[in-house]
């Protein structure tokens, strides 16, 4: 009897072990519901079989053919290869198998088989070296059509394949449904059990591309459906505080005119408009839901603040969310600069605070002592009570997993983060991602928008350059020339040392691409730890201080070297990309990617975001090796396009389906089946159905509403970025 279900780990199936469990990890594959949904990225299709007579030099070919000669080792060492010739009647091939052993005892004169594989010439005679070769009569009908896999080393497509068809033999009809029966009948949808099944073993592609379809509706009903209701829970009846008055006394009025002059600059048109956009929201009882989307450097934090004073100013709370200590830090002597003489009182809280001051820091922010709160998650885990908490801001947001946005609002309903009477407070999210509408809609539902598009005036547009990386020279001289002239410079590298490991590290930007092992060892990526060793060579660490930034460094390591560096003492320095997000160090004009080609288009630009911050020119150089027309291409555009939202479209347009952005480290969740790109109709409609059918209510709405619980838990559920 099996009592495997799909929440049980890997390990419950025969053939995993522990050192398999652990491979299975590396891929994110933990319970036998990851395993089936981890879906091929594309397919090696066999299924046309041709004449041996057709093969070309260099060129793949199917073929079926008789064995001719019997199986002999063809030379006197252990390692000659084994061989054998074939014939199909007309014409004849030989084929060579080099460490395979296996092949002497499998195969004999006679056996009639399929056979896979790129055909060379040798000696003037057609070859094939270690084809894919089967006999006819064990083959089953999809093996034509091959399912290819994103791998880790230790852990090839066959293992994975067979260990799945494990799985869906014990769980595949476990799957609850969740798409409305009538959206099956009307879109003529496969079952669930055989969607799984043809999605990893399909007969054809066609019948794979049917699967998908019924997965990526599946999958996008989970994501509009599911993760509304797993980061909103029911808005039906929220209600939040009134923050502004109709009518503001002159001394409100006066404070909130020092804080505008402290800004020492003029707002943009846009930042006007986003924050009379929030000063509307703050104006009714309906909780503010609204996403602010500005470019790198637009200048989001400004609006935050002054956001955050409205509210103080009004004698309510505010709180400013950031994803790490460092930007938490940073934002929070922006603060206390554009709020000094306001009357308003900022605290800091991140989990370097030391306990005492933390106990004081609580104390006031119960008392109502502080109004202007900045911190990290620690904010969220706590036990911090608020007076009188009107608005949570969360900067940066696609920086939060799921898991913390879940946090936060668990809070509120229990009242840590909150006083027990408001079930409601007004929410402001800023980001740079320029999430497009389709996933906005889908994620955040009716969230409203404001844009940021303009520059603050007086920017010089950054310069990009494509550097090969073989030019070593090169880039110790312009790394020397920026130092040189009391400029600061940044390195970003895609590994932290030499041991670890690549793979999970980097930005997977081939998104549909798969590499198996052997390819990725072959890759050199540098590591942090090796170009600080060059940067010691170079004899520019010890003139104008290196620092080393990445993120598992203890927290007040990390800390120390960024504000060193803000502050100028350090003059260089390198880094993950844990410098991506939010650090504003205007003296920075230059910014080094190493191995760029291994980033995001959207990684890039968010990169390439934390110069040209001042009035200086900027320049932003990336190095890479990889002269694949892909690759070129991509970094072609980085050089030519500077707008975010932009790259961002073109991002989404060459990786396809699948990986949205990189996703994985920016929290929205990696989609498998779906493209939000091009199946955005599908999102909508599917969404539709089932709204409809809940609202109609009964027991197939019951069914699927379980259903939707249970699965959006299982696909999503662990599975959101960590900081
Ligand atoms: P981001 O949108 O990336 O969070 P920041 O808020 O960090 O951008 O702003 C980037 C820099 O631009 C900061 O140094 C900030 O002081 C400055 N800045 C913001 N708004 C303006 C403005 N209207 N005019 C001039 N400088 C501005
Ligand atoms: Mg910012």
Redesign the pocket.
């Known amino acids: 009897m099996s009592i495997v279900s799909l929440d049980s780990p890997v390990s419950v199936l025969y053939g995993i072990g522990p050192e398999a469990e652990r491979r299975l990890a590396r891929l994110e594959i933990f319970s036998v519901y990851d395993l089936i949904s981890y879906f091929p990225v594309r397919y090696n299709d066999w299924s046309d079989v041709r004449k041996i007579s057709e093969a070309q030099e260099g060129r793949e070919i199917s073929f079926q053919a008789t064995i001719a000669t019997a199986p002999v080792r063809k030379g006197r060492k252990r390692t000659s290869p084994i061989g054998f010739a074939m014939t199909d009647g007309a014409s004849r091939i030989e084929i060579s198998f080099f460490n395979a052993p296996y092949v002497a005892g499998k195969f004999e004169r006679g056996d009639k088989c399929f056979v896979h594989g790129a055909v060379t010439f040798y000696n003037g005679r057609l070859q094939m070296v270690n084809p894919y070769i089967e006999k006819l009569d064990s083959m089953t009908e999809t093996a034509l059509v091959r399912p290819v896999y994103r791998l880790t080393a230790g852990i090839t497509s066959n293992q994975l394949a067979k260990w799945i068809r494990t799985a869906l033999g014990l769980v595949g009809n476990k799957i609850p449904n969740v798409i409305p029966s009538e959206t099956v009948r009307r879109e003529d949808l496969m079952s669930s059990e055989a969607a799984y099944r043809c999605v990893h073993f399909p007969t054809s592609l066609e019948e794979a591309q049917a699967a998908r379809r019924r997965l990526a509706y599946e999958e996008l009903i989970l994501l509009g459906i599911g993760m509304k209701r797993y980061m909103h829970g029911d808005e039906a009846e929220e209600r939040a505080p009134v923050v502004i008055p109709k009518i503001i006394s002159k001394d409100i009025n006066d404070r909130w005119k020092i804080v505008l002059s402290n800004?020492?600059?003029?707002?943009?048109d846009d930042?006007k408009s986003a924050l009379a956009d929030i000063r509307k929201d703050l104006m009714g009882s309906k909780p503010m839901n609204r996403l602010v989307q500005?470019?790198?450097?637009?200048?989001?934090?400004?609006?935050?603040i002054l956001a955050m004073a409205m509210t103080a100013l009004m004698g309510k709370q505010a709180v400013l969310l950031a994803p790490t200590s460092v930007l938490a830090e940073?934002h929070y002597k922006?603060a206390q600069d554009l709020l000094k003489d306001s009357g308003i009182n900022v605290v800091l809280l991140i989990g370097s605070t030391g306990a005492a001051l933390k106990r004081e820091i609580k104390e006031k922010l119960k008392e109502n002592e502080a109004s202007v709160i900045i911190g990290t998650h620690a904010l969220l885990s706590d036990d911090v009570r608020f007076a009188d908490l009107a608005l949570v801001i969360a900067?940066?947001q696609h920086r939060f997993g799921v898991k913390q946005r879940e946090k936060l609002l668990i809070s509120r309903a229990d009242g840590h983060l909150g006083p027990e009477d408001i079930n409601s407070v007004h929410n402001l999210v800023?980001t740079?991602t320029p999430i497009p509408r389709t996933l906005a809609m889908v994620i955040y539902g009716d969230m409203d928008t404001s844009v940021?598009r303009q520059?603050?005036?007086?920017?010089k547009e950054i310069k990009t350059h494509f550097l090969l990386a073989d030019h070593q020279d090169e880039l110790a001289r312009l790394v020397r020339g920026s130092l040189e002239i009391g400029n600061q410079v940044y390195i970003v590298c895609p590994r932290i040392d030499d041991n670890d490991d690549d793979r999970l590290w980097v930005d997977d930007y081939y998104g549909n691409e798969y590499y198996d092992s052997e390819d990725q060892a072959s890759v050199e990526l540098t590591s942090v730890v090796e170009m600080k060793r060059r940067a010691d060579e170079w004899g520019v660490s010890g003139k104008y201080g290196t620092g080393v930034l990445y993120g598992s460094m203890p927290e007040k390591e990390k800390l120390q070297v960024m504000d060193e560096f803000v502050k100028g003492e350090k003059g260089l320095l390198i880094s993950t990309t844990v410098v991506e997000v939010?650090v504003?160090n205007?003296n920075a004009t230059l910014m080094i990617v190493m191995d760029a080609d291994r980033f995001g288009l959207s990684t890039l630009h968010q990169l390439r975001?934390r110069i040209g911050?001042?009035s200086k020119q900027s320049y932003c150089i990336l190095v890479s090796a990889n002269r694949s027309e892909k690759a070129l291409t991509r970094m072609k555009l980085m050089c030519e396009c500077s707008d975010g939202f932009e790259l961002a479209g073109k991002d989404l347009e060459m990786r396809g389906p699948g990986d949205f952005f990189g996703t994985k480290q920016h929290g929205i969740p990696t989609l498998r089946a779906a493209n939000l790109f091009t199946d955005a109709d599908i999102a909508r409609t599917a969404c539709d159905d089932v709204n409809r059918l809940g609202e109609a209510g009964g027991a197939e709405a019951e069914a699927i509403n379980e259903a939707i619980g249970l699965l959006f838990k299982l696909r999503f559920g662990n599975r959101m970025g960590t900081l």
């Open positions: 800004l020492g600059f003029k707002l943009t930042q500005g470019d790198v450097g637009s200048g989001k934090t400004a609006v935050a940073q922006s900067d940066e800023m740079a940021i520059k603050p005036a007086g920017r939010g504003n205007p975001g911050r001042g």
